[in-house]
C-alpha cells in the first residue's frame, strides 16, 4: 500500500520561506512523478510544481523564480523550497505521486497549511 505523508507547513510573514517535505513509501515505481498542488479556501486544487524521476520538473508561473522542487530518488521524498512567500500562496499544500502501470495511479498525503501573513 502506498502512503504519502507532507510535513514542513506553517506561519511565515510575507517576504520569507518555507520549505515542505514529502515522503512516499510502500510500492513505488522506479517511474514517477511527484510534485505539489495546493488549494486555497473557495478555489479549485492547483498545480505548484512537479517533478519526474528523470529529473524534469515543471512549475506554475505564480511561483516560478520563488520556488524550487527537488527530489530524492533513494529516499523517495520530494521537496519544496518557497522563497519570497506572498500572502497569495496560503493554501493547504499537497502532495501527489503519480505512477503508471496499466492506468494511472495518484496519491494524495493529507496535506499541510502554509500562511503566509501580510
Known amino acids: 500500500q502506498v502512503q ?6 506553517g506561519l511565515v510573514q510575507a517576504g ?3 520549505r515542505l517535505s514529502c515522503a512516499a513509501s510502500g510500492s513505488i515505481f522506479s517511474t514517477n512523478v511527484m510534485g505539489w498542488y495546493r488549494q486555497a479556501p473557495g478555489k479549485q486544487r492547483e498545480l505548484v510544481a512537479v517533478t519526474t ?7 506554475a508561473d505564480s511561483v ?9 530518488n533513494a529516499k523517495k521524498m520530494v521537496f519544496l523550497q518557497m522563497n519570497s512567500l506572498k500572502p497569495e500562496d ?3 499544500y499537497y502532495c501527489n505521486l503519480r505512477q503508471f502501470s496499466l492506468h494511472v495511479y495518484d496519491y494524495w498525503g493529507q496535506g499541510t497549511q502554509v500562511t503566509v501573513s501580510s
Do not use: H, P, Q
Open 64 to 72: 516560478k523564480g520563488r520556488f524550487t522542487i527537488s527530489r530524492d
Open 4 to 9: 504519502v505523508v507532507e510535513s514542513g507547513g
Open 53 to 59: 524521476s528523470g529529473g524534469t520538473t515543471n512549475y
Open 90 to 92: 496560503t493554501a493547504v
Open 16 to 18: 520569507g520561506s518555507l
